[in-house]
């Protein structure tokens, strides 16, 4: 019998889990948090105690077995995801892994065949879905208000200097820089708003990546099988945090700022020019909630009625094919 509230574990406790999702699977009504991982058994137990939880791990493995959980949530660094996907998967629990899912198409392919094989569900963080903003966008474009879509425009920077992210600049680690890290949110925001998928990637990355060592910012133009044109600038080298969400069609546009925003108001422009009379403008105050809290609820939700994934590992792949290309300078998505 499917439980009420989906019990939780929490497997790359740091701070980003600490901050965002442990209080989002607290806050959620059909989602209990009931244990955590971290390398350090003592501090697991640590922040387990400042949880009030009774489960704490050094080891995913054991997480993912205890029968006290029910569902994972991954927030470990990025190279980590693969292998710690299929081991959740083969002990039978839920996944829900942050965003990029995977360093490289094949590892998301492989997550998703094991994910498929164990009869598991399988969502990815793409939170930026669950904003109303990002929703309503998405309404207009898909009723025609906007005409034929001619542009589409995503946008995210902000300073990595202030993350404490010590792994962020490793792409032994991270797999990618700016790219990888909010260049994949514009990317699936692109996707998700355009009901479409990207045909080819020409992309420009500075400094060049290594082996060793990622980009800091990056310009990625798509084109999209419709014929929409797209373009992704991303960076952490920005003084402030920006994001700038612009979709341009025949009849109007629709553009906002801060469109990744969480727990916060946004305003959503949208411009019209009906035949030759004046534009026609409107600003949408729009509130967003806690994302997080939103992801996790749908998440849980998909599980205790048995639905589809939200968020499935196919939108996991299809970004990540279209990473790959951004981060050796682009090429056509293959459709293999």
């Not at 309503?136 to 995210?156: F, M, N, P, Q, W």
């Not at 994934?309 to 459709?335: C, F, H, T, W, Y």
């Amino acid at each position: 019998m499917t439980p009420h509230k989906i019990r939780y574990g929490i497997i790359g406790y740091g701070l980003f889990a600490e901050r965002a999702i442990a209080p989002a699977i607290q806050a959620s009504a059909n989602s209990v948090l009931v244990a955590v991982q971290k390398r350090s058994l003592e501090v697991a137990r640590e922040k387990a105690s400042a949880l009030s939880l009774r489960l704490a791990f050094d080891s995913v493995q054991a997480l993912a077995t205890s029968t006290e959980v029910d569902a994972v949530f991954i927030a470990s660094a990025n190279c980590a995801h693969h292998d710690e996907v299929i081991a959740v998967a083969r002990a039978g629990k839920h996944i829900l892994v942050e965003k990029p899912m995977a360093m490289n198409t094949p590892e998301a392919e492989r997550m998703v065949a094991e994910c498929e094989r164990n009869q598991v569900k399988l969502m990815i963080g793409q939170v930026v879905r669950f904003s109303p903003l990002v929703n309503h966008v998405r309404e207009l474009v898909k009723s025609g208000a906007l005409g034929r879509i001619v542009s589409a425009r995503a946008d995210y920077s902000y300073d990595a200097r202030l993350s404490r992210r010590s792994w962020l600049l490793d792409r032994t680690v991270a797999g990618g820089g700016a790219v990888f890290d909010v260049g994949v949110h514009c990317l699936d925001t692109l996707r998700f708003v355009l009901h479409d998928e990207v045909e080819s990637v020409q992309s420009m990355l500075t400094p060049p990546p290594t082996p060793s060592a990622t980009e800091r910012s990056a310009i990625i133009n798509l084109r999209f099988s419709n014929g929409t044109l797209g373009s992704i600038a991303c960076s952490f080298e920005g003084p402030l945090r920006h994001a700038l969400l612009e979709v341009v069609g025949t009849e109007g546009l629709a553009y906002a700022y801060d469109f990744t925003g969480t727990d916060q108001s946004t305003t959503l422009h949208i411009e019209k020019r009906p035949g030759t009379a004046a534009p026609e403008t409107e600003s949408l105050s729009i509130r967003i909630p806690n994302l997080y809290v939103e992801e996790v609820s749908a998440f849980s939700r998909c599980i205790i009625e048995n639905t589809t994934s939200p968020i499935p590992g196919i939108e996991g792949i299809e970004n990540q094919k279209v990473l790959d290309l951004a981060m050796k300078g682009g090429g056509r998505i293959s459709q293999v």
